[in-house]
């Protein structure tokens, strides 16, 4: 049981060797399912707390990054007595390839699930090949 609860809880962001953060919080990494489709990938990323305005999605060269922001909301005149829940920010950097066309990538969080749409370059979309019969 142990095990699985472990599973469940949130993952920490690694940094790289000699990398520091600016802002003073945990960072974890969000759970991602990636569906392939005939004409894009649909990224999907529990982010918990962020919207649209708490999220940046970053494209430079062929990396991918995002990075949402969360705030610890206590209400005013209550103190936190116990905190099992981990709050932070989420980050997560993605490798993209030549498959993937730059141009027309969309973004739209709800609910806290960011929903990336990466559609595929014309050159990596799945074409059928007509079969013509010889005489």
């Not at 705030?71 to 981990?86: F, I, K």
């Not at 973004?107 to 806290?112: E, F, L």
Request: proline residues 4%; hydrophobic residues 40%.
């Amino acid at each position: 049981m142990t095990e699985k609860v472990q599973e469940m809880q949130k993952k920490e962001a690694e940094l790289d060797k000699g990398v520091e953060r600016i802002r003073n919080t945990r960072v974890f990494t969000p759970a991602v399912d990636i569906i392939e489709k005939n004409n894009d990938l649909v990224l999907l990323a529990d982010m918990p707390g962020v919207d649209e305005k708490s999220l940046d999605i970053i494209l430079e060269k062929n990396l991918l990054t995002i990075y949402g922001r969360v705030e610890p909301e206590v209400p005013a005149n209550h103190r936190l007595v116990l905190s099992e829940y981990g709050v932070g920010d989420y980050q997560r950097t993605f490798t993209l390839s030549d498959e993937i066309d730059r141009e027309h990538i969309r973004a739209s969080v709800k609910d806290g699930v960011l929903k990336l749409v990466l559609p595929k370059a014309e050159k990596a979309k799945m074409k059928k090949i007509a079969v013509a019969a010889e005489a």
